[in-house]
């Protein structure tokens, strides 16, 4: 193609990622599930071996930095609502205790087992020249993440979002979730610095400087803003102007900062005052453009980073064995971590189902690891799948352990209210 083919791939991505989001709705799957799919679809796995000839014209490589921009914007945008919906327990401290549990050994337990399968995968899928052990700890963080916004979209979908169980999931996700990203940002520095001590040093004090920053000085001043010009809660114009300049800014010093840009635009969106009339105004002004228009773009760019190969030699062996510890660690860990907070055994599995849901967080951490160089792309084509599969599951496995849990004593319902 001598043009620019950015409208014809615009085109071709978001009527892939529709067509699938509305087919994966159909069967009661979130659409965001769709949308990832149709990232492989137009990947060099599907399209490229249907149809290689114009994969390759649509897709060139030298055609592909204005889809990058895009993609970048879209993901800066998501992560800053994110951040902005994120929120801990709050209430009896019984609850808070309850999520720390669950939370805590749904993310400990595949954490772990991702370590223990990192020596066996280090050899043969890591990229020349990464280390042990950067290596090993981005896989174990890989494996531990939970999505928040896909879980959130699953309860809601299901009519459990109000219930005790549901919130109980939601606030166990969110802590997972903080915990999963501080870890990755310990991990980005760490590859960024390289062996130097001093470099992983100076990056993790920016970003706490940048931390006290938003705390301190910037959610203060949003918050003065916000009561002079945003009584009801809806930001004029020029508010949102000015919160979207700022979340750029926080993208842009963590990328300074070596670091990937989408922990500022979460960080900013957590130290956002907690306000929901402002989060459903930043949700109707731009989640939807950023979910419905930009991130099918990073989804089709992620696909475009699978590797057909992945599963030659031992690679479907890898395949089988990531998705299987990483099912086993999030359910049982889950599920572990409920029965530590006294719940049955029944909402104990339905809570580590729960946290089995990765969606696209799972996808965002693994471009980050593939920005960075910590993985390669046949370990980001598994765990890209893995990612699909686990959450694919969390809906008809959620249905069938709550399956007459109406029709039961009010006893396990009973318990997880008290928690």
């Known amino acids: ?61 030298d055609s592909l930095s204005a889809l990058r921009g895009i993609s970048q914007i879209g993901l800066v945008l ?9 929120r801990m327990p709050t209430g009896l401290r019984s609850q808070m205790l309850a999520s720390a549990w669950i939370g805590g050994c749904a993310m400990l337990l595949p954490f772990l087992f991702g370590l223990g399968m990192a020596p066996w995968l280090h050899p043969q899928l890591a990229p020349a020249g990464v280390g042990f052990v950067p ?12 999505a928040f916004p896909v879980l959130a979209r699953i309860l ?43 470099g992983f040093a100076r990056m993790l004090f920016g970003l706490a400087a940048l931390a006290f920053v938003a705390f301190a000085i910037v959610r ?8 002079r010009h945003a009584t009801d809660g809806k930001p004029d114009g020029m508010v949102l102007a000015s ?6 800014a926080f993208a842009a010093l963590t990328q300074w900062l070596q670091l990937h840009e989408v922990f500022g635009a979460f960080l900013f969106g957590v130290c956002l005052p907690r306000d929901d009339k402002l989060l459903d105004t930043l949700v109707e002004r731009l989640e939807y453009v950023a979910v419905l228009v930009l991130m099918p773009v990073f989804f089709a760019l ?28 999030k359910v049982l860990g889950g599920a572990a971590g409920a029965r530590l907070a006294g719940l049955g055994w029944r909402d104990a599995f339905a809570l580590g189902t729960l946290m089995n849901t990765r969606g696209l967080m799972e996808l965002i951490v693994l471009k980050v690891g593939l920005d960075v160089g910590v993985i390669g792309q046949e370990i980001f084509t598994m765990l890209m799948l893995m990612a699909v599969v686990t959450t694919l599951m969390t809906s008809p496995l959620l249905q069938l352990l709550l399956r007459g849990r109406a029709d039961r004593s009010d006893n396990s319902q009973h318990k997880v209210q008290s928690v």
């Open 220 to 227: 203060p001043a949003l918050a003065a803003l916000l009561r």
């Open 243 to 248: 919160l979207l300049i700022v979340t750029f």
């Open 78 to 86: 998501f992560m800053f609502i994110v951040g902005a919906e994120l």
């Open 1 to 61: 193609m001598s043009h620019s083919p950015l409208l014809l791939q615009l085109v071709v991505i978001l009527c892939t990622a529709r067509v699938l989001a509305l087919a994966l709705r159909f069967i009661g799957q979130p659409a965001v599930i769709g949308e990832m799919i149709a990232g492989l679809m137009l990947g060099p796995m599907v399209l490229g071996a249907l149809a290689p000839d114009f994969h390759a014209q649509l897709f060139a490589p």
């Open 156 to 198: 809601k979908d299901t009519g459990l979002a109000a219930t005790p169980i549901g919130q109980l999931g939601l606030t166990s996700a969110a802590f997972a979730d903080l915990l999963a990203w501080i870890l990755l940002a310990l991990v980005v520095a760490l590859v960024a610095a390289g062996s130097g001590w001093s």
């Open 302 to 329: 992620a696909g475009l980073n699978t590797s057909a190969d992945a599963f030659a030699g031992m690679g479907g062996v890898a395949l089988l064995l990531i998705l299987l510890l990483a099912i086993v660690g």
């Open 135 to 146: 290596f090993a700890l981005f896989v174990a963080t890989a494996m531990a993440i939970t």
